[in-house]
């Protein structure tokens, strides 16, 4: 008789995997369970939220199912299945299920394989909230410890978002003039756009055609290393789901959450904050604050003052956090009963320092990114020389053609 397969979970394989792979071990196919392992080492072929066991029967009501927004979790002869097209990665059905039966993708095996090659570089681009994840080491300690794991270097992706701050802020002067317009930020969450193009569909021409800064950081590091491999970091499960997306799937080639580069530290015994601090200040405050709730709404309107000191509209913002709270101002948005003029949502609560794979508690992730945007150099990308010095760089010659020309950084959502 063959010999049976191990029994081991989802997460037990995960870290068996790892451990082999840091040791250069050869993986036997056979010795486990195909689903999980397929999952593991192919998952652009899965949604961003993945079945690890089979779900036909249910204690609980099917209360991840009844916990999606988006319908994307289906039933079929009695068994559930999630739609990659469907699911936006939220996470709220992982944190539903009791069974422990679903998990987030994991892109680690992958990028794992392109870091060792000799062949590519890899870039790591690091979302704003990484300040203080990682036992409190700097951000220099942090780009040593990701050269030390494989990666040819670490851009801030703070940068983009100051230009990406720029662009809305560009788009609210020159579009909200009367009391009666709005702009919704497209900036950041990719939970909240879903939610207004596939749910709120009727409020699309509120929102600017810009792209995240996780995108606008992919392209421009391919625009400068054309056979550049880029690897996204950061707490949230939806960007894996955003880095596919058809329209904008150039700019990022793999997504890697937090805990998933904790795990690359540890099975490589990297501790980051005994390294050399490798420190280049390249971003605003306006860019460093956007991870906590209000932080785009705030980036927005200090450039805006800036932009246009004294306007006849200024910039009344309203925030939520959390995919209900979300809903509930874009009710207030339906039914007039908000004066705001520009609206911030964030699916996680405490914004993206509350993303569901953070590492430290989000109160402090919180406090390390505010007082990380209160020492930056610069308040606004409007002060931040690199901004102009790296739009140059991506082939703009002034403020004017990166307004008219600035198609990477530029989306149609209505079309997609």
């Not at 680690?108 to 570089?121: A, N």
């Not at 959450?257 to 306006?286: K, M």
């Not at 785009?296 to 800036?306: N, P, Y």
Request: overall charge negative; charged content about 30%.
């Amino acid at each position: 008789m063959p010999e049976a397969k191990k029994s081991t979970s989802f997460h037990e394989l995960y870290k068996e995997l790892l451990q082999k792979q840091m040791k250069n071990e050869d993986i036997s196919e056979a010795d486990y369970d195909p689903h999980q392992l397929d999952c593991l080492l192919n998952p652009d072929q899965y949604a961003p939220v993945i079945h690890t066991e089979s779900c036909e029967s249910c204690a609980y009501d099917r209360a991840c199912k009844n916990s999606c927004i988006f319908d994307a979790i289906e039933e079929v002869d009695g068994k559930l299945s999630i739609d990659p097209d469907k699911c936006s990665g939220c996470g709220v059905c992982i944190e539903s299920c009791r069974l422990d039966k679903l998990a987030e993708s994991k892109d680690i095996f992958p990028v794992l394989k392109e870091v060792r090659s000799e062949e590519k570089d890899v870039y790591a681009l690091i979302a704003p909230a990484f300040v203080g994840q990682y036992e409190n080491a700097s951000p220099g300690q942090l780009r040593s410890a990701l050269k030390a794991a494989g990666f040819k270097g670490m851009v801030e992706v703070a940068v983009f978002a100051d230009i990406l701050t720029l662009k809305e802020a560009l788009e609210f002067d020159e579009h909200i003039n009367s009391n009666d317009d709005f702009q919704l930020t497209s900036c950041c969450c990719p939970v909240w756009i879903a939610m207004i193009r596939k749910i709120y569909h009727e409020l699309i021409p509120h929102v600017p055609g810009a792209v995240s800064p996780m995108i606008a950081a992919g392209r421009a590091v391919k625009q400068i290393h054309p056979d550049a491999v880029t690897v996204f970091i950061g707490p949230c499960i939806a960007k894996k789901k955003e880095a596919r997306e058809p329209d904008i799937a150039d700019a990022v080639d793999y997504v890697l959450t937090f805990q998933e580069v904790q795990d690359i530290f540890d099975a490589a015994e990297i501790r980051p904050e005994e390294l050399a601090d490798n420190d280049r200040e390249h971003s605003s405050r306006a860019g460093r604050i956007y991870p906590h709730p209000g932080g785009v709404s705030e980036a927005v309107r200090s450039t805006v003052e800036k932009l246009s000191p004294g306007r006849d509209v200024p910039v009344r913002a309203q925030q939520a956090d959390g995919v209900p709270a979300c809903k509930a101002m874009i009710e207030q948005i339906q039914k007039g009963e908000t004066d705001a003029n520009f609206f911030e949502g964030m699916a996680c609560r405490g914004g993206c320092v509350g993303g569901p794979k953070i590492i430290i508690d989000k109160d402090k992730g919180k406090r390390n990114v505010e007082t990380y945007g209160e020492e930056a150099p610069y308040k606004t990308p409007l002060d931040n020389p690199y901004v102009m010095e790296l739009l140059h760089r991506l082939g703009f010659k002034n403020m004017e053609e990166f307004v008219e020309k600035s198609d990477m950084f530029t989306r149609e959502f209505a079309n997609n």
